[in-house]
């Protein structure tokens, strides 16, 4: 059975700090690139951060650049999100992915997808 099982998410306060994982089980997960995306209420799945299958090789949005860091240990089949100077714009369920054939970017490079997990920044 593939799952992606994300955690770390919960209420903290503008310019704190979450840590959120993400572990794979029942499919690939060194060979493949792994990313985060997230989904405010009334607004699309938007792209946040990916890391090659090697985790040298990091994309980020904009919006998050500079403040949060994505990582992964491949023996752990984990995919970490290290999310520093939190924004409350930055409150929504975020999701873990896996890419297809390539390191997400868009929702359509994504074949596996976690049940999200919800942050939320109060100002």
């Known amino acids: 059975q593939v799952q992606l099982v994300e955690s770390g998410g919960g209420l903290v306060q503008a310019g704190g700090s979450l840590r959120l994982s993400c572990a794979a089980s029942?499919?690939?997960?060194?060979?493949?690139?792994m990313g985060w995306f997230r989904q405010a209420p009334g607004k699309e799945r938007d792209f946040v951060a990916s890391?090659?299958?090697?985790?040298?090789?990091?994309n980020y949005a904009d919006s998050v650049k500079g403040r949060f860091t994505i990582s992964r240990d491949n023996a752990k089949s984990t995919v970490y999100l290290q999310m520093d100077s939190l924004k409350p714009e930055d409150t929504a369920v975020y999701y873990c992915?896996?890419?297809?054939?390539?390191?997400?970017?868009?929702?359509?490079?994504?074949?596996?997808w976690g049940q999200g997990t919800q942050v939320t920044v109060s100002s």
């Open positions: 992915a896996r890419g297809r054939f390539r390191t997400p970017r868009g929702r359509n490079d994504v074949d596996y």
């Open positions: 029942g499919l690939t997960f060194s060979g493949y690139g």
């Open positions: 890391v090659h299958w090697g985790g040298s090789i990091t």
